[in-house]
């Protein structure tokens, strides 16, 4: 099978999945043959420039979209390559491990009874916190909220604020702070 070939296949399916659209459907909306798309996803077609300019005006791309290298952009971080700090009786990982502009993301582990004070943010700060197993309690500026799995409170993060494990095994969290702009 030819290298060009298996770049279209890979393509055309990777943009039909995308797009969420069945084999069927887009072989209808691009007004050839069923039989023929399957031909084109397997790389055992050998496509007329009909067919490819039917195909990529179907999916709104370019032919040289669909002939093209295909093209991974991602990174994978490993866990143990991701910045940890351990404030108080917490492991608090950062999951951007990337700078997102004015965005924080981190996902904390308490064991039962552990506790960690949260850092104010600048004025205007919103924290979205979440629990995703045990219980947590957060108090901010005086007042308790105590989360199980699948709660969110939504805080403002220049106010202080601490978390613990109100429960009696392991706890999970997950803090998103959108910090203010200047």
């Known amino acids: 099978m030819a290298e060009h070939a298996l770049h279209l296949a890979r393509n055309l399916r990777e943009l039909r999945e995308t797009r969420g659209l069945s084999q069927t459907a887009l072989a209808r909306k691009a007004g050839i043959p069923r039989a023929t798309w399957t031909q084109l996803e397997s790389g055992e077609a050998n ?30 971080y490993r866990r143990d390559s991701l910045p940890v700090r351990n404030p108080g009786q917490a492991r608090v990982r950062r999951l951007l491990p990337e ?11 308490l064991p039962a009874g552990g506790r960690f004070a949260g850092v104010p943010h600048p004025r205007g700060t919103r924290e979205y916190l979440t629990c995703e197993a045990g219980v947590v309690a957060l108090t901010v500026a005086g007042a308790r909220f105590t989360l199980e799995p699948g709660d969110v409170v939504v805080f403002r993060g220049d106010q202080r604020h601490g978390y613990e494990n109100a429960g009696s095994g392991p706890a999970v969290g997950y ?8």
């Open 47 to 76: 496509p007329t420039l009909a067919v490819l300019t039917a195909a990529a005006t179907a999916l709104g791309v370019r032919i040289e979209e669909l002939l093209s290298v295909p093209v991974v952009e991602a990174t994978l």
């Open 99 to 109: 700078p997102l502009r004015e965005t924080e993301i981190e996902r904390f582990e």
């Open 175 to 182: 803090s998103v702070v959108l910090l203010a702009t200047p």
